[in-house]
Structures are given as structure tokens and as C-alpha cells.
């Protein structure tokens, strides 16, 4: 019995480290100091295993600018008339509670790189932190939201 303890201990520790730091390195924490989900959440249109990208759009540390944390095929998000909501899929969202951000409160704006375009998510409480999705599902959230939200181009 203590054998197959330790042999599950050894094996969910690097990934309970991993999901610890990516809660804190993406900036999903610092969303959730204004932004935690409160009550249930009723969309009219959901984006279930969306791969983004998330983090502070600068490290000073590292003065990269673009966001470090990687959520490949993790992230739901779904809309209605009031705001946008994030989650995790399960397990990786063990540290990370739902988000629901007021459409006032978000702003996006499409951005193109080399050889990608996405469409970036700031946020009004936190601005340093953004999420990026790609283009395609990007434009379908635009497509949800109010016109106010979307920077220009």
C-alpha cells in the first residue's frame, strides 16, 4: 500500500507543480482577485478546448512581450449579454477557479505576428495580463460580444 502511495504521489507532484505555476506565471490569479466567477454561469454560446496563450504582455524579468503560459486545447469560453466567461478544463483548472469578466471591463483587439494572427483579450482591472486566442475563435467571440469591446484594428 505505501508503495503505490508514493508511486502516486510521485506521479501527480510534477503535475500539481506545473498547474501551481501556471496559475500564478498566466496571471490567472491576479484576473481572479476581480474577476472570480460568483455565482452560476447561463451563455448563449460556447468555445469548449480553446488553445490560447496567457500571461503578462511584459516580463520585466525577462523582457519578453508576449505571454508565456501556454493553454493548449484547456480553456472554455463562454458569453451572454453581461460578459465572458474563462474556465479550465478539469484537471487543469485545480488552482485556477472560473472567471467572469462584464463586458465594460474587457477589451479586445486583433493582433498579427509572423505567422499568426489572434485576437487579444486586456482586462480593465488587471491590463498587464492578456489572453490570446486564435483568430478563428477569436472572431466568433467578437461576433457575441457588443461593439464597444473591440479596439480597432
Not at 11 to 31: C, D, E, K
Not at 44 to 60: D, H, I, L, N, Y
Not at 78 to 95: A, E, K, M, Q, T
Not at 97 to 117: A, I, K, Q, Y
Request: with cysteine; proline share 6%.
Amino acid at each position: 500500500m505505501t508503495k503505490v502511495l508514493i508511486v502516486v504521489t510521485a506521479a501527480l507532484l510534477p503535475f500539481l507543480i506545473v498547474m501551481f505555476i501556471g496559475h500564478h506565471w498566466s496571471g490567472w490569479r491576479l484576473l481572479a482577485r476581480y474577476y472570480r466567477l460568483q455565482s452560476e454561469f447561463h451563455g448563449t454560446q460556447w468555445w469548449p478546448f480553446v488553445t490560447a496563450r496567457m500571461g503578462r504582455r511584459e516580463s520585466v524579468e525577462l523582457g519578453i512581450k508576449t505571454p508565456l503560459f501556454s493553454l493548449r486545447s484547456s480553456l472554455n469560453i463562454r458569453v451572454n449579454d453581461d460578459g465572458i466567461y474563462f474556465s479550465l478544463v478539469p484537471p487543469f483548472g485545480v488552482f485556477s477557479r472560473p472567471l467572469f469578466v462584464p463586458w465594460g471591463d474587457v477589451s479586445m483587439n486583433v493582433l498579427r505576428e509572423f505567422l499568426s494572427t489572434w485576437v487579444e483579450f486586456r482586462f480593465k482591472e488587471v491590463p498587464d495580463v492578456c489572453l490570446r486566442i486564435r483568430e478563428r475563435v477569436g472572431r466568433e467571440v467578437i461576433k457575441h460580444s457588443p461593439k464597444q469591446v473591440m479596439d480597432a484594428e
